[in-house]
């Protein structure tokens, strides 16, 4: 009785001492991951740990809540774990950079960000009616004939023929053009801080909009005004890319600030910082995609107002965010 009293003793202190080793090994790693994140990891987690308060918070709005915050955690632990693996790597001999998964998972630390985005922006659907329950559109649609007289998504369909119309839908899709074409300049010439510093003002936009939309959810008149036009835009090849996009992307709410604006300044500011030719190449198609999300009827004129500013603010806040220390982690450069 007593050796058997004895081997329990002793397993009880060998699991004792196995889960204080489990605890101790992700306390570090934890850390670890944490010390490898830089300014944009600081942006898009906080996102994620705000949001999911508020999911938390207002639980009763929402169909599945503890799948959605489930879901924050697994993306938040995705990135932890990315920014880790690739700080691990990192820390091994320089030799093994020149090999294809050194090169693969370095591709992938720099170019997930634009994938998160898209997460956070298609979450929205879900998202949007989580702290106020209704439509707020009447209100724009006020301030919109208050600022201009006319409804503007209405007014501009005298101006419509298939032509501009597709000029108009080529212009907005070059909004999916900016980050990534000034993206893989900064990246071709390895200047890694001009880099992460786009990311984190896109970021910082990004994240101000989208908790924008959560207390202040707007449809845009394409949902709200329908029936107020006499007939769908119709146009050619281009037109109909940007219908097809939008028949499987369409998001219903999370339309003020606009983020097509709010991510289009953003990286129209980050061009003017590190790469000036590029900005005054991307700054006429950038006022054109302006105009085109009114005549497309995705946006009403305070939207694009609001995402100016949300777009300003992202790059104002993430270049003091670039200037704190660790902001460009060291297994990123």
Same mark, same amino acid.
């Given at each position: 009785m007593e050796a058997a009293a004895a081997r329990g003793e002793e397993r009880a202190a060998n699991f004792k001492a196995e889960k204080q080793g489990i605890a101790a090994w992700i306390t570090r790693e934890a850390a670890a991951a944490w010390a490898a994140c830089g300014a944009f990891?600081?942006?898009?987690?906080?996102?994620? *740990? *705000?949001?999911? /308060?508020?999911?938390?918070?207002?639980?009763?709005?929402? #169909? =599945?809540? +503890?799948?959605?915050?489930?879901? %924050?955690?697994l993306v938040a632990a995705m990135i932890l774990v990315l920014c880790r693996v690739e700080a691990r790597l990192a820390e091994q001999m320089d030799w093994r950079r020149g090999t294809f998964s050194a090169k693969f998972r370095h591709f992938w630390r720099y170019w997930y960000p634009h994938l998160f985005f898209l997460f956070c922006f298609e979450e929205l659907a879900t998202l949007v009616h989580l702290v106020t329950p209704g439509w707020q559109d009447a209100k724009l649609i006020a301030a919109d004939y208050w600022l201009t007289g006319v409804h503007p998504t209405v007014w501009l369909e005298q101006f419509a023929t298939p032509a501009r119309n597709d000029f108009m839908q080529f212009a907005y899709l070059t909004y999916f053009a900016y980050l990534l074409v000034l993206g893989g300049v900064l990246y071709y010439r390895r200047d890694w801080r001009g880099y992460w510093s786009v990311m984190t003002y896109s970021a910082v936009g990004y994240a101000i909009g989208y908790v924008i939309a959560l207390f202040f959810p707007i449809e845009s008149p394409w949902f709200s005004m329908a029936g107020a036009w006499h007939g769908s835009l119709q146009g050619g090849p281009i037109t109909a890319t940007i219908n097809f996009i939008? =028949?499987?992307?369409? /998001?219903?709410? #999370?339309?003020?600030?606009?983020? =097509? +604006?709010?991510?289009? +300044?953003?990286?129209?500011?980050?061009?003017?910082?590190?790469?000036?030719?590029?900005?005054?190449?991307?700054?006429?198609?950038?006022?054109?995609?302006? /105009?085109?999300?009114?005549?497309?009827?995705? =946006?009403?004129? +305070?939207?694009?107002?609001?995402?100016? /500013?949300?777009?300003?603010?992202?790059?104002?806040?993430?270049?003091?965010?670039?200037?704190? %220390?660790? #902001?460009?982690?060291? #297994?990123? %450069?």
């Open positions: 990891e600081w942006v898009a987690l906080g996102y994620l *740990a *705000a949001s999911s /308060v508020l999911i938390a918070v207002f639980a009763e709005n929402l #169909a =599945h809540p +503890v799948k959605l915050f489930g879901l %924050q955690m939008e =028949h499987f992307g369409r /998001v219903r709410g #999370a339309a003020f600030p606009s983020e =097509h +604006v709010a991510g289009s +300044v953003a990286a129209l500011w980050g061009a003017w910082r590190h790469r000036r030719w590029l900005f005054w190449a991307m700054l006429p198609l950038v006022v054109c995609m302006c /105009v085109s999300t009114i005549w497309g009827r995705y =946006h009403y004129v +305070v939207d694009i107002f609001g995402g100016m /500013v949300t777009g300003t603010l992202g790059y104002v806040i993430g270049s003091w965010l670039m200037k704190k %220390q660790g #902001a460009v982690a060291t #297994a990123a %450069q």
